[in-house]
């Protein structure tokens, strides 16, 4: 009985221990934001918000993407050589980022009309340099097949990060626990994989030639910097707009909302995901299409998202105030407004992978780029009407707007139409 519940091949096996620990690393953090909602306030989650928005945007660019070639080279002297060549552009760009923080902090604190940002900012070269670690680190243990500890690292941050949070907020009244506890969940694991001794081998860079391989997996710099750039500022600038025109309170409000609903969306997508990649580049490479499990996996998704977003929908302000807070009904009210884009993200993410299948990843810049203007213009409208809501709610337009232009698209080439 037992050897039937076991995974019939490596590639399940892997993906089971993955799952089981991306599970437990987003349940955690979830479980305890009720308790962390009623410790910290919610401006104390619109300043963190906000330094983690700076924070993300730059480690787009520290690294170069070169962290996505790690998995390419056969030879493993190519690959010290590029963790070698991440070292060189992530130290340069964590002194030029020190360097800026500590020469302009006040411009930068004016330039956000925050105050309280301002002692934040001189964590950002440690939490730039700690994302892109851990990043680099998660690839070579792919790479050394290491899945179990992949999946244990991902435990470790998650837990060791709401563990210090719960404790500081408990001993102080500083909003600062928010952000020691995403440092130390960095940092613990980090140790765990490098006492681990998994992939220290990497890291024998002596005499290493960068210039060769920096040069070969140039399009990762080339095209994949602008495009994640352009997705995440696009992501951020709503972030920007509401801890700047509007109140910490209102970006608390929002981040807690979009935290808590996106981590449950986003291990079910990324699951489908998997399995949809696989079988739909097998398709597309023997009969030049994929339209039999495009059809399959939307209807799936359709069904399997209406009955749980729809209750959403209808009770997200009462969910919010009783499971986080009578204070914290707003979140609902913003959940609220954008529970239809979070349905078609739901839906369309996992397809939009046909996209990349076709070789059509200039039409995703492209639409990158165009959510990116949707948005700007959207915080422009919302200012000058002074509405937060009207931001959330233009925001989720845009989005379901461009998820409809790419449902559309993927099913144009999951026909073979090029």
């Known amino acids: 009985m037992l050897n039937k519940l076991k995974p019939k091949s ?38 963190f918000a906000l330094y983690m928005a700076i924070s993300a945007i730059i480690s787009v660019i520290a690294t170069g993407r070169y962290e996505m070639a790690i998995m390419l080279p056969k030879k493993d002297e ?5 963790v070698k060549l991440i070292l060189i552009l992530l130290s340069s760009v964590v002194i030029f980022v020190f360097l800026i923080v500590f020469i302009f902090n006040q411009e930068i604190t004016n330039l956000f009309e925050n105050k309280e940002i301002s002692s934040w900012l001189y964590f950002l070269p440690l939490s730039i340099f700690l994302v892109s670690i851990y990043q680099v680190f998660n690839y070579l243990l792919i790479r050394e097949k290491s899945f179990k500890r992949l999946a244990t690292n991902k435990v470790i941050v ?7 949070q719960l404790a500081i907020g408990l001993g102080t009244t500083s909003s600062f626990g928010l952000l020691f506890g995403n440092l130390t969940g960095y940092i613990v694991s ?30 990762f710099p ?9 997705n995440v500022v696009a992501n951020q600038l709503p972030l920007f707009a509401l801890g700047k025109y509007f109140s910490l309170g209102v970006l608390g409000y929002y981040s807690l909302m979009y935290k808590v609903l996106m981590m449950p969306i986003n291990l079910l997508s990324n699951t489908v995901l998997d399995v949809f990649k696989q079988k739909a580049t097998e398709d597309y490479n023997k009969y030049g299409n994929c339209k039999s499990i495009y059809i399959s996996t939307l209807k799936k998704l359709f069904l399997l998202g209406i009955i749980p977003f729809t209750i959403l929908g209808i009770f997200a302000p009462d969910l ?17 407004i954008m529970m239809p884009m979070f349905y078609m993200k739901f839906v369309v993410s996992p397809l939009s992978y046909t996209l990349f299948i076709a070789n059509k990843q200039k039409i995703n810049f492209y639409g990158q780029i165009f959510l990116a203007f949707g948005i700007a213009v959207s915080i422009i409208l919302s200012i000058h009407y002074n509405s937060e809501y009207m931001l959330v709610l233009l925001f989720s337009l845009n989005y379901i707007f461009i998820y409809t232009i790419y449902l559309f698209l993927s099913f144009k080439f999951s026909k073979g139409v090029i």
Not at 158 to 164: D, E, I, K, Q, V
Request: proline content about 5%.
């Open 10 to 47: 490596e590639f399940s096996g892997n993906v089971l221990t993955l799952m089981a620990g991306t599970t437990i690393a987003q349940a955690v953090p979830i479980a305890i934001s009720p308790i962390l909602t009623r410790i910290y306030t919610p401006e104390d989650f619109g300043v």
């Open 320 to 336: 919010f105030a009783f499971v986080f807070g009578s204070n914290w009904r707003v979140a609902g009210e913003f959940a609220q």
């Open 158 to 164: 998650s837990t060791s990060n709401a563990s210090t």
């Open 78 to 82: 190519d690959v010290k050589s590029i």
């Open 190 to 219: 980090i140790s765990f994989i490098i006492k681990s001794k998994i992939i220290n081998k990497y890291f024998h860079l002596r005499g290493l030639p960068i210039k060769k391989v920096a040069n070969e997996y140039r399009n």
């Open 222 to 230: 080339k095209y994949d910097v602008p495009s994640v750039l352009v």
